[in-house]
């Protein structure tokens, strides 16, 4: 008859198994390997059956025997199936394998049946050859598991490593069993006995790579709460039977406090036991760690991660994110109402900046009050549901009386930017409940440090945006005061003339005409620096006339320029700052050039641009000049210039779509060539090789 003990080790490895095997099967979309996979664990579950159908081997030994030979063979195709992937070993090495395993089978079905002709069948005087057969079947067994690991790349034996510990374990096993047994020439009944519980052993390492491998097993969605009092009832067992184990190892070694200490220590377990299951941190924790470990994650989290991507950027107006900010969050909780705290400056108080719901008026936070001070250091997200002042999982926070009391307030999460608070959001109740675990937390950690990141460059967008609209201000009061410098120039020569000739009718009118023009510019500029769009506007223009003007208003420099009109042209520009432009380059070329040189100015156009020279014979500039310095704005050679003209002109050229280019000799003199797209055909032709004189 079949003991007990061998009844139980058997009926394990066959439920088990017969369990993988079935569900592998069960499976939809069937795959090779999985099929392999399947109908091995399926094997191993008939090969116990067989042993507890067929206790007596001496009496029918071929049942047994075959399928234990069965089982071997269905691993080990198992195995090199798995092989055969674009990563396997090379073919002839595959082949040479296959050819080895039906080699052995072969054998092995012939000594079967010749064993059972000659009526050699008892377990104590197992026969060699068979003895000789099942250690070659383990060896090769072990060489096609090492075979299989070894030739998986690194970054997939995280799926298949237990799996092979699981096999290499079975595999292991036989050999030490039939070696001894052909060492001693019997086998050992308590190793045989025990094959069952080692069989049962590797089955779950087995089960972890089926789980990792999801082309063998798919989607499995078991519930948390089944496995969770499965796995403490498991575990419950497992550690009764240990102290159990350890209680009568007391009581044999005790003496007559032999039975008191087995009894004693029992109790003392059970107790343990007791505090263990009732203790909820630790049964929270559990929860979380079989959560985290045996489950899918309840979130989709590709699909969580755009939606909340798309929320987020879904608002139409810059001023909008802050609500767009409160929605995206509310979104991963089915959340629709919160509120978003900001810190605007660094150690300014945490203002409300947006509020979605919540009708009541929201108070700002100081940097050092506790609940900015606690989500800076912790980085939790807050659950209100769980929040008493004084008592776990938050005792040394304080939360306001106003902010807890809002109505169907849930959730605080912050918003973290590296290691600092930049605000928090507060979310109210979900439409649905939703339990607050440690994957919601995580998610909104996530989430939160997102949000932080957006608006971070939000509000650096808006600084920039500011300074950039400061340095509009300031390039514009530059030019500004650089006009201001030359009107101011031009009343300085008034005056210092003035005594000599304040009878002079003509030095009169001209000094009338002087204050007028300034006026005027000057009223230009404070409306220019008012923000109005005067100075801004573009007009078609007679190139030649704007020219002209920029000639009379530099009359009194000397030498006096001459101008030579080709072919006039009209371009859309300012009339005041292109004619300011033009006249900045002429007053230069005229102060470079001694009173016996000459400045030329040309006027010229082609069918797509208009040209303007302006050559002078001064004293010229180096070339590192003209490429490093020139137009660099604050950087003149003059004791009393701003470095400002020759910037002010490039620029606003550019603007305007067209260049400015600039040919320099030392002691030779300066030509600088402004080029102007031409909007319009260009006009008929005014004067060709005609010198205008200006003065």
């Known amino acids: 008859m079949i003991s007990s003990i061998d009844l139980a080790s058997q009926l394990s490895a066959l439920t088990i198994f017969g369990l993988l095997g079935l569900y592998l099967l069960g499976r939809k979309n069937a795959n090779p390997i999985r099929t392999a996979l399947a109908l091995a664990c399926l094997a191993n579950s008939a090969w116990a059956l067989m042993l507890v159908l067929f206790p007596l081997r001496y009496t029918i030994p071929f049942p047994s025997d075959l399928a234990e030979f069965v089982r071997d063979y269905f691993w080990m195709a198992f195995l090199l199936k798995a092989m055969t992937t674009p990563d396997s070993p090379p073919p002839a090495l595959l082949g040479s394998l296959r050819r080895l395993l039906w080699i052995l089978l072969g054998t092995a079905l012939v ?30 067994g072990i060489t096609l598991v090492e075979q299989y690991f070894r030739n998986t790349p690194a970054h997939a034996r995280w799926g298949i490593k ?38 049962t052993l590797t089955a779950p390492l087995i089960l972890i ?16 709460h089944l496995v969770f009092h499965s796995v403490s009832l498991l575990g419950s067992g497992l550690y009764l039977l240990f102290m159990a184990a350890a209680g009568y190892y007391l009581r044999s070694v005790g003496g007559d406090w032999g039975p008191v200490l087995q009894f004693t220590f029992l109790a003392a377990a059970t107790l343990l036991l007791l505090i263990v299951m009732f ?68 150690g300014k108080p945490y203002e409300c900046v947006a509020a979605l719901g919540i009708g009541r008026a929201l108070r700002p936070l100081a940097p050092d009050s506790s609940l900015i001070r606690f989500l800076s250091r912790s980085r939790w997200v807050i659950d209100l549901d769980e929040y008493r002042p004084g008592f776990p999982p938050y005792p040394d926070l304080v939360i306001p009386d106003w902010l807890s009391e809002i109505e169907d307030a849930w959730l605080i999460v912050p918003l973290m930017l590296y290691n600092q608070l930049i605000g928090f959001i507060l979310l109210a109740q979900p439409l649905s409940k939703i339990e607050f675990n440690w994957e919601v937390s995580d998610l909104l950690k996530a989430a939160g440090h997102q ?10 967008s808006e600084a920039l945006l500011v300074a950039r609209q400061f340095e509009s201000f300031h390039r514009m009061s530059a030019f500004i005061v650089h006009d201001l410098k030359n009107l101011i120039a031009q009343l300085s020569l008034l005056l210092e003339n003035a005594e000599k000739h304040k009878n002079n009718p003509e030095f009169q009118e001209d000094v009338l005409f002087t204050i007028d023009n300034s006026v005027t510019k000057m009223n230009q500029l404070l409306l220019r620096l008012r923000g109005a769009s005067t100075g801004q506007e573009q007009h078609s223009l007679d190139l030649h006339q704007r020219v002209r003007a920029a000639l009379l208003s530099k009359s009194k420099f000397k030498p006096v320029p001459s101008l030579t009109v080709r072919q006039n042209a009209r371009i859309r520009a300012d009339p005041e700052r292109l004619e300011r432009v033009i006249g900045h380059i002429i007053q230069n070329a005229c102060e470079a050039t001694p009173y016996d040189g000459h400045v030329e100015i040309l006027l010229d156009s082609t069918p797509t641009e208009a040209i303007l020279e302006i ?26 210039g701003m470095g400002i ?4 002109c490039r620029t606003y050229v550019e603007e305007l779509g067209g260049s400015v280019t600039v040919s320099s000799t030392v002691g030779k003199g300066t030509l600088f060539r402004l080029s102007f797209p031409l909007p319009l055909p260009p006009l008929s032709e005014v004067g060709i090789d005609a010198s205008i004189r200006t003065g």
């Open 111 to 140: 000594t079967l049946l010749y064993n059972q002709w000659s009526g050699a069948n008892a377990l104590n005087t197992m026969p060699k050859s068979d003895l000789v057969l099942h250690v070659a079947l383990s060896i090769f």
């Open 162 to 199: 237990f799996l092979c510990l699981g096999l290499g374990t079975l595999f292991v096993y036989d050999f030490l069993l039939y070696a001894e047994g052909l060492l001693f020439s019997h086998v050992r009944g308590t190793l045989w006995i025990t094959r069952g519980f080692i069989n």
């Open 279 to 346: 203790s909820g941190k630790i049964r929270s924790k559990f929860k979380v760690w079989i959560n985290k470990h045996f489950f899918s994650y309840q979130y989709d989290y590709r699909e969580e991660w755009m939606k909340f991507t798309r929320t987020l950027l879904s608002s139409d107006s810059p001023g909008k994110i802050y609500e767009a900010a409160i929605t995206a969050l509310g979104t991963l909780v089915e959340c629709q109402k919160g509120a978003l705290w900001m810190e605007s400056e660094p």
């Open 645 to 648: 003209g020759a910037y002010e």
């Open 615 to 640: 050559r002078d014979s001064g004293k010229g500039m180096e070339e590192d000049f003209v490429k490093e310095r020139l137009f660099r704005p604050f950087d003149s050679t003059k004791t009393s």
């Open 209 to 224: 790579s089926i789980l990792r491998n999801r082309e063998w097993a798919g989607q499995i969605h078991v519930s948390r």
């Open 451 to 460: 949000l932080a990141n957006s608006l971070a460059q939000q509000q650096a």
